[in-house]
């Protein structure tokens, strides 16, 4: 089992920038390909970005290519993922969750197995 939690939401103007963090525990000795998907109120989740259990291998939505930067450090027991995230805009306001399968990276949600509860990010105009 794998245990993510999510860290670094808020509140922040457009145009500012804020960086997420997603912290996996439990197993991760394996080989994860982590990714953030993100899902407004009425609307359908949403990929955001990946990033490979190498770190080599990234993948970004369209919305957030050149603004939004994923990253990952590897630790002995623990994984950590970030989403550095500039020029926001309104519409980048969604709850982020971050997730993770084995494998290589995927940009569809039903591939992941492991999830977070996710960290509300709201981008003021």
């Known amino acids: 089992q794998v245990q993510l939690v999510e860290s670094g939401g808020g509140l922040v103007q457009a145009g500012g920038s804020l960086t997420l963090a997603c912290t996996a525990s439990g197993r991760t000795s394996g080989v994860y390909a982590m990714a953030w998907f993100r899902q407004a109120p009425g609307k359908e989740r949403e990929f955001v970005a990946a990033?490979?259990?190498?770190?080599?291998?990234?993948?970004?939505a369209d919305s957030v290519k050149g603004r939004f930067t994923i990253s990952r450090d590897d630790a002995e027991n623990t994984v950590t993922v970030y989403l550095q995230m500039n020029n926001l805009k309104p519409e980048d306001t969604a709850v982020y969750h971050c997730?993770?399968?084995?494998?290589?990276?995927?940009?569809?949600?039903?591939?992941?197995?492991?999830w977070g509860q996710g960290a509300q990010l709201t981008v003021a105009s």
């Open positions: 997730a993770a399968r084995r494998g290589v990276v995927s940009s569809w949600f039903y591939e992941y197995v492991y």
């Open positions: 990033i490979s259990a190498s770190g080599a291998d990234t993948h970004y």
